[in-house]
């Protein structure tokens, strides 16, 4: 069974940084398109950002777009969203995901992600 787990999550302040790890196991890392999720109390949960099985292309939400940045080391299987200028709405426990199959096209909807992290909570304060 492929497991996903997420670190670095924290409490910070407005306008901070953090740098969130998604840390693969049991699948080729290589070889699938990954993606960042998030959600809020009482939200759905939303597309954050995806990126392709080499790390050369990304995708990111309007609401994150300039401040986040989605990469990849795929000599240790593991995927990172770096946060940059942090906001109250920013708020939510953050997922990476990955799809059922390699080298699926990526996704910007819940749908396109077969297999789940337990998620690390992210708090900014304002």
């Known amino acids: 069974q492929v497991q996903l787990v997420e670190s670095g999550g924290g409490l910070v302040q407005a306008g901070g940084s953090l740098r969130l790890s998604c840390a693969a196991s049991?699948?080729?890392?290589?070889?699938?398109?990954m993606g960042w999720f998030r959600q809020a109390p009482g939200k759905e949960r939303e597309f954050v950002a995806h990126?392709?099985?080499?790390?050369?292309?990304?995708y990111y939400a309007d609401s994150v777009k300039g401040r986040f940045t989605i990469s990849r080391d795929n000599t240790k299987s593991t995927l990172y969203l770096q946060m940059n200028s942090l906001k109250p709405e920013d708020t939510a426990v953050y997922y990476c995901a990955a799809p059922k199959t390699p080298y699926t096209s990526p996704a910007r909807s819940t749908h396109g992600y077969d297999y789940w992290g337990q998620g690390t909570q992210v708090t900014v304060s304002s």
């Open positions: 990126i392709s099985t080499n790390g050369v292309s990304a």
């Open positions: 049991r699948l080729t890392f290589r070889t699938y398109t």
